[in-house]
C-alpha cells in the first residue's frame, strides 16, 4: 500500500477515543488522550491524529508539540501509535509513518520524534528504515504485567523471593488501606515523593500532572488514580500510586520508609494494588522503566512480580 492511500485527519483531543484501539492491547499512559489534556495544564500543546485507510480509521496518535527558539517546530509521537486492529497489515502501519514523514518535514523545520511502542530487534529497524525513518537513540526498557489470568496464577508466577517477602507482610500487623481520587488520599504519596526526589537528587514526571490527570477525566474517559497506604500503629509506612488509562494502568510512584522496608510493606502495596486494578477491570500493568544500572534493586522488585521486561525501539525521525 503507497503512502499516498493513508491521509491523515487533526481533531480535537477527544477523551474517549481510546476505546477505538486495539483493546486486546496495552495503552501506554504517554497515548491516552487524558494524558495530553494533563501536560497542557503545564502549558504543552497536544492534539490528536487519526490515521485514515480506505475510508475507515486505522490508528490514532497522541502528538506533544513544542518550539524551539520560536521557529524549529518538534513533534513528538510517544509510545504509540495506537492501532486499532491486531489484524493491520505491516504494510498500512509502515504507510502511516511514511504519510507521518512527509508531513513533518524536516526541510519544513517542522520535525518529528517517534518513539513506537515497539520491541528493539531487527525487524523493527527494518520496518522503520522501509518507512525512511532513521534511528537517532536507542530504547529505554519498561516491564508490562498481564493482570488477566486468575489471582492464583498471578501469585504463582511471583518471584520466590518476592513471594516469601509478601507472605512475610501479610503476616505483619500491617492494614491496607484503597483511596481513589479525592486528593486527600493521594497527597501525602506526593509529598513523600517530593522528598525523595530531593534526598535523591533526581528528576521525573512533573507531581502536578497527578491533580491535572484527574481535573482532566471524564466519566467516559477511562481514568482516574488508584492509591495504597500500607499502616503500621496507625502510621503510613509505605504507599504506591497508580495511574488509570483505559484498559491500562502505570505503577507512578512508589514509597516506603525504613519501617515498611523492614516489614516488606511495598510488597503487599504492590500486591493489593494489582488485585485493586484487576478488580476494576484493568488488563495491563505498565511498571515503569527499568534501569538496572544505577537502581537495580527497584528494576529487581518490578520483575519480581512476573513482569515481561521489553526494551523499546528508541527514537526516530
Given at each position: 500500500?503507497?503512502?499516498?492511500?493513508?491521509?491523515?485527519?487533526?481533531?480535537?483531543?477527544?477523551?474517549?477515543?481510546?476505546?477505538?484501539?486495539?483493546?486486546?492491547?496495552?495503552?501506554?499512559?504517554?497515548?491516552?488522550?487524558?494524558?495530553?489534556?494533563?501536560?497542557e495544564a503545564f502549558g504543552a500543546q497536544a492534539s490528536q491524529l487519526h490515521f485514515i485507510s480506505g475510508g475507515e480509521t486505522c490508528g490514532g496518535a497522541l502528538l506533544i508539540h513544542r518550539k524551539i527558539l520560536g521557529i524549529l517546530?518538534?513533534?513528538?509521537?510517544?509510545?504509540?501509535?495506537?492501532?486499532?486492529?491486531?489484524?493491520?497489515?505491516?504494510?498500512?502501519?509502515?504507510?502511516?509513518?511514511?504519510?507521518?514523514?512527509?508531513?513533518?518535514?524536516?526541510?519544513?523545520?517542522?520535525?518529528?520524534?517517534?518513539?513506537?511502542?515497539?520491541?528493539?530487534?531487527?525487524?523493527?529497524?527494518?520496518?522503520?528504515?522501509?518507512?525512511?525513518?532513521?534511528?537517532?537513540?536507542?530504547?529505554?526498557?519498561?516491564?508490562?504485567?498481564?493482570?488477566?489470568?486468575?489471582?492464583?496464577?498471578?501469585?504463582?508466577?511471583?518471584?520466590?523471593?518476592?513471594?516469601?517477602q509478601l507472605v512475610k507482610a501479610e503476616k505483619s500487623a500491617l492494614s491496607i488501606s484503597i483511596g481513589g481520587k479525592k486528593s486527600h488520599q493521594y497527597d501525602w504519596l506526593l509529598d513523600k515523593e517530593s522528598s525523595q526526589r530531593?534526598?535523591?537528587?533526581?528528576?521525573?514526571?512533573?507531581?502536578?500532572?497527578?491533580?491535572?490527570?484527574?481535573?482532566?477525566?471524564?466519566?467516559?474517559?477511562?481514568?482516574?488514580?488508584?492509591?495504597?497506604?500500607?499502616?503500621?500503629?496507625?502510621?503510613?509506612?509505605?504507599?504506591?500510586?497508580?495511574?488509570?488509562?483505559?484498559?491500562?494502568?502505570?505503577?507512578?510512584?512508589?514509597?516506603?520508609?525504613?519501617?515498611?522496608?523492614?516489614?516488606?510493606?511495598?510488597?503487599?502495596?504492590?500486591?493489593?494494588?494489582?488485585?485493586?486494578?484487576?478488580?476494576?477491570?484493568?488488563?495491563?500493568?505498565?511498571?515503569?522503566?527499568?534501569?538496572?544500572?544505577?537502581?537495580?534493586?527497584?528494576?529487581?522488585?518490578?520483575?519480581?512480580?512476573?513482569?515481561?521486561?521489553?526494551?523499546?525501539?528508541?527514537?526516530?525521525?
Amino acid at each position: 500500500m503507497a503512502s499516498s492511500q493513508i491521509t491523515l485527519e487533526t481533531a480535537l483531543i477527544n477523551p474517549a477515543s481510546w476505546q477505538d484501539a486495539d483493546q486486546n492491547a496495552p495503552i501506554p499512559l504517554q497515548q491516552h488522550p487524558v494524558y495530553g489534556l494533563a501536560l497542557e495544564a503545564f502549558g504543552a500543546q497536544a492534539s490528536q491524529l487519526h490515521f485514515i485507510s480506505g475510508g475507515e480509521t486505522c490508528g490514532g496518535a497522541l502528538l506533544i508539540h513544542r518550539k524551539i527558539l520560536g521557529i524549529l517546530r518538534v513533534t513528538t509521537l510517544f509510545r504509540g501509535p495506537l492501532w486499532h486492529s491486531a489484524e493491520l497489515p505491516l504494510t498500512t502501519k509502515i504507510s502511516c509513518y511514511n504519510t507521518l514523514r512527509d508531513t513533518y518535514s524536516p526541510w519544513r523545520w517542522n520535525f518529528l520524534i517517534s518513539l513506537p511502542e515497539a520491541n528493539d530487534d531487527p525487524s523493527t529497524l527494518t520496518h522503520f528504515k522501509a518507512a525512511g525513518m532513521k534511528r537517532i537513540m536507542t530504547g529505554f526498557s519498561t516491564a508490562w504485567l498481564d493482570l488477566q489470568p486468575k489471582e492464583t496464577l498471578l501469585r504463582s508466577q511471583l518471584k520466590g523471593k518476592w513471594r516469601n517477602q509478601l507472605v512475610k507482610a501479610e503476616k505483619s500487623a500491617l492494614s491496607i488501606s484503597i483511596g481513589g481520587k479525592k486528593s486527600h488520599q493521594y497527597d501525602w504519596l506526593l509529598d513523600k515523593e517530593s522528598s525523595q526526589r530531593s534526598a535523591r537528587k533526581y528528576q521525573a514526571t512533573p507531581l502536578g500532572l497527578v491533580p491535572a490527570f484527574v481535573a482532566a477525566s471524564t466519566p467516559k474517559s477511562g481514568t482516574s488514580v488508584l492509591s495504597v497506604a500500607a499502616i503500621h500503629d496507625r502510621r503510613k509506612v509505605a504507599g504506591a500510586l497508580f495511574l488509570l488509562h483505559g484498559n491500562s494502568a502505570t505503577y507512578h510512584i512508589g514509597w516506603a520508609g525504613d519501617e515498611g522496608r523492614s516489614l516488606n510493606a511495598q510488597n503487599r502495596v504492590v500486591w493489593e494494588g494489582l488485585l485493586a486494578l484487576k478488580a476494576k477491570g484493568i488488563k495491563f500493568l505498565d511498571l515503569g522503566g527499568l534501569n538496572t544500572a544505577d537502581l537495580a534493586g527497584i528494576a529487581r522488585f518490578k520483575l519480581g512480580t512476573g513482569a515481561s521486561p521489553i526494551t523499546l525501539a528508541g527514537a526516530y525521525i
